[in-house]
């Protein structure tokens, strides 16, 4: 069996296939950025050098090419998506190592910033939101002020109080509890969004598989816990002393930023938390709950047309 190297060697006598690798050589070395790396490296690099990294050069003018018509991440054609070539020598040599491009770099860092937003049952729409999603007419403009200050101002190791949103149906509440999450992930703080109702829902059916306080802990522990909508829920005094106590208790106690959407005031909450589905009237409950969200909170009303409609 012949080996390689002869076959090579036998091939390069060839003239058909000396032509054709002069012709290639020349396309290779004429590239201009293959050039400019031939250039910076100057005398440090041998013809033999040259000659054997020849088919590295060529692998990375292709790739380069790729790079420099490549208009999207998912559209990339290079051996590894989403890296860029760079020539070195080493130990004599030439090769290729390779770093994420600018388009796979601000790919994972979007990436990490999602990560960054758990939710449960909130709307891709209101996770995703930024503060220029609302408009800032009315009261609306009172509410982005506190939202940014409060972004700007974050500091985990300071206690800082999150803001209590209250107003009618459709006026931006649950956006910008959306915006600011994606402000503090930008900053690579971490925060959690609840829709309310929902989540009240999922915690009764936890009861059954045992669950509910490893469920209750998760949420009440989140650096930046913010209760959507609280308020549209059917009370009763299981939900409020047994799962929201226990959130708001912990948090009030390790000065964890909350933040929370109602259509209810701070008085109107109260008044909803005090009667049962079976109109059971507890007031001393209801105001405890209701201390402890002011404890936390800074209240905000906000007002302007209905975005829902």
């Given amino acids: 069996m012949e080996r390689i190297g002869d076959t090579l060697k036998r091939l390069g006598n060839h003239a058909g296939f000396q032509e054709r690798y002069q012709k290639m050589r020349a396309e290779i070395l004429q590239n201009p950025h293959v050039r400019k790396f031939l250039a910076r490296q100057g005398e440090y690099l041998t013809d033999e050098a040259l000659?054997?990294?020849?088919?590295?050069?060529?692998?990375?003018?292709?790739?380069?090419?790729?790079?420099?018509?490549?208009?999207?991440?998912?559209?990339?054609?290079?051996?590894?998506?989403?890296?860029?070539?760079?020539?070195?020598?080493?130990?004599?040599?030439?090769?290729?190592?390779?770093?994420?491009?600018?388009?796979?770099?601000?790919?994972?860092?979007?990436?990490?910033?999602?990560?960054?937003?758990?939710?449960?049952?909130v709307p891709k729409d209101i996770v995703s939101a930024t503060f220029a999603d609302i408009d800032a007419v009315g009261d609306r403009v009172e509410a982005i002020k506190k939202a940014a200050e409060f972004v700007e101002n974050f500091d985990p190791k300071v206690r800082q109080k999150g803001l209590y949103l209250y107003g009618k149906f459709g006026v931006g509440k649950s956006f910008l509890l959306g915006a600011i999450a994606n402000e503090l992930a930008k900053r690579g703080v971490s925060t959690m969004?609840?829709?309310?109702?929902?989540?009240?829902?999922?915690?009764?059916?936890?009861?059954?598989?045992?669950?509910?306080?490893?469920?209750?802990?998760?949420?009440?522990?989140?650096?930046?816990?913010?209760?959507?909508?609280?308020?549209?829920?059917?009370?009763?005094?299981?939900?409020?002393?047994?799962?929201?106590?226990?959130?708001?208790?912990?948090?009030?106690?390790?000065?964890?930023?909350?933040?929370?959407?109602?259509?209810?005031?701070?008085?109107?909450?109260?008044?909803?938390?005090?009667?049962?589905?079976?109109?059971?009237?507890e007031k001393v409950k209801a105001r405890r709950i209701l201390e402890r969200i002011k404890y936390l909170t800074v209240p905000v009303l906000m007002s302007g047309p209905n975005r829902r409609t």
Avoid at 87 to 100: A, D, E, K, N
Avoid at 216 to 231: A, C, H, N, S, Y
Wanted: include cysteine; proline fraction near 4%; charged fraction near 25%.
């Fill in 51 to 121: 000659e054997k990294g020849l088919m590295t050069l060529y692998e990375y003018s292709q790739q380069v090419q790729n790079c420099e018509i490549c208009q999207s991440l998912e559209e990339c054609r290079n051996l590894m998506k989403g890296y860029q070539p760079e020539l070195i020598v080493r130990g004599g040599m030439i090769h290729i190592q390779y770093t994420p491009c600018r388009k796979k770099i601000l790919f994972d860092e979007q990436r990490r910033k999602e990560s960054l937003i758990k939710s449960m049952y």
């Fill in 193 to 281: 969004i609840v829709f309310y109702p929902e989540l009240l829902r999922e915690l009764k059916s936890s009861i059954g598989d045992s669950t509910l306080n490893e469920k209750i802990e998760m949420i009440k522990r989140q650096p930046v816990l913010m209760i959507d909508d609280i308020g549209a829920e059917t009370m009763s005094s299981w939900t409020r002393d047994e799962v929201l106590g226990p959130i708001l208790q912990f948090r009030m106690q390790e000065h964890l930023p909350t933040f929370f959407s109602s259509n209810f005031s701070y008085e109107e909450l109260e008044y909803h938390l005090t009667y049962s589905q079976r109109g059971e009237a």
